[in-house]
Each structure stands twice: as C-alpha cells, then as structure tokens.
C-alpha cells in the first residue's frame, strides 16, 4: 500500500517561474515531511521539511506548506533554476523507523 | 567529508550466488538504513539499525540479512540472489531526533 503519493511523475517549467510539487499521504500518524532532491547516479539529498505541527517552512527559493486536514504537501521553488532540474521524492515519517517515500516527480526547468 | 560511502557501485549476479553490500557512514549517527529503489516507487525500507549491534526488518526484508557490529558500518547480505532483488540500493543513515537521512550515491545490482 502506497502510503504517499506523488502523482505527477514529470513536472516542465521554464526558468525563473514558480514549480509546484504535490505529495499526498494516507497515514495520519506522520508527523514529519521531508523533500528530498535526487540527481541521476547519485544518492538523494536532504532539501527541506517541516513538523508536523507547523504549516509552512521556508528556506531560500524552497517553502514547504503542509494541510493536515487534506493529508497533502507543497514544495514551492521560486524563482526556479534549471539547476533545480532533478527527481523530487517526498517522504513522510513517524519516528525514525518508519519513512515512507513518493514515487518522485521528475522536475525539467528550461532555459 | 565522506558521509555515506557504499560499495561496490555495480554488480552483476546470477541466481543463487550470495554477496554483501558494504555501507560504511563516518558522521557518528546511531541510525542507519538499507533502501531499494524500483522504477516507478519510491524507496522502500529492507532493514534498519538503530544502534550498533542492533538491526530490525523494514518494509520489504525478505531474502535479505543485516549485521552492524561497529557503528559506522551496515552491511546488507544476499544470501541466494533472484532476479526479483534487481534494483538499486541506497543506504543512508541519520542521527538523533528530527534528523534527516543522509544516502550513499547507490549500488546498482542486477541478477540474471
């Protein structure tokens, strides 16, 4: 069972507009989201999360918004670089045992 | 200003041959994780270790082992490989509270 979602697997913006990448989740006991960043042949990096008590963090050009009630979360770029051209996973956890990861939305910025 | 360091990057394989995936961390966290990476899923969880000497199942242990006798180290075992656990692996590990993970680049693994 898929327990987050990411249902855009490919995301075409051009270069200095807004990206938006949704997640989706079904657990209600998650109380911590994390997006990570993902280049090809390499291991995905940390890019930003926020608690689950908290309906927005930002960092830079990246904020994070959380709906609880929707079960459902953001990541805004802005303005986006096309070296922000990458695979995006969303994960959502409860404790550190149990992350659960999206499937990736794959993000093209053009020039 | 290693982080997570996993290897070999490649292999191949033919069914029931065994090998160890060797993941070693030098960041002092007491956690570490072992993921495989399928197209179209995200990463699921085999096994993780909250501790050296420790290690409990995740999402999908089947057909795999795990052993952390020092704590910068996590080892993940195929002991009779199919071609079902062709994917690619991606340890990470984590510290204390609200840390996130830190992934090794992956070890691509393909069996015949």
């Known amino acids: 069972d898929q327990q987050v979602k990411q249902n855009s697997p490919s995301l075409s913006v051009q270069e200095g507009r807004i990206s938006i990448l949704n997640c989706d989740y079904t657990?209600?006991?998650?109380?911590?989201f994390l997006w990570y960043k993902k280049y090809p042949a390499e291991g995905p990096t940390f890019l930003i999360s926020?608690?689950?008590?908290?309906d927005k963090n930002e960092d830079g050009r990246f904020t994070v918004f959380l709906n609880k009630s929707a079960k459902h979360l953001s990541l805004h770029i802005v303005p986006s670089q096309p070296g922000d051209s990458a695979v995006y996973f969303c994960?959502?956890?409860?404790?550190?045992?149990?992350?659960?990861f999206g499937a990736g939305t794959r993000l093209t910025v053009k020039p | 200003n290693a982080g997570v360091t996993q290897t070999p990057k490649f292999r191949v394989l033919k069914t029931g041959q065994s090998m160890t995936l060797l993941c070693a961390q030098d960041?002092?966290?007491?956690?570490m994780y072992w993921y495989r990476q399928d197209p179209g899923m995200g990463l699921r969880l085999i096994h993780y270790?909250?501790?050296?000497?420790?290690?409990a199942k995740g999402e999908v242990p089947d057909g795999y082992n795990v052993s952390r006798l020092k704590k910068q180290n996590f080892l993940l075992g195929l002991e009779s490989a199919a071609p079902s656990q062709t994917s690619v692996y991606f340890c990470?590990?984590?510290?204390?509270?609200?840390?996130?993970?830190?992934f090794g680049d992956g070890t691509r693994l393909s069996i015949l």
């Open positions: 657990n209600s006991m998650f109380d911590y």
């Open positions: 990470a590990s984590s510290g204390q509270g609200d840390q996130p993970q830190h």
């Open positions: 994960a959502a956890a409860h404790g550190h045992n149990d992350m659960r």
């Open positions: 926020i608690s689950s008590i908290k």
């Open positions: 270790s909250v501790g050296e000497g420790t290690t």
């Open positions: 960041m002092n966290h007491e956690y």
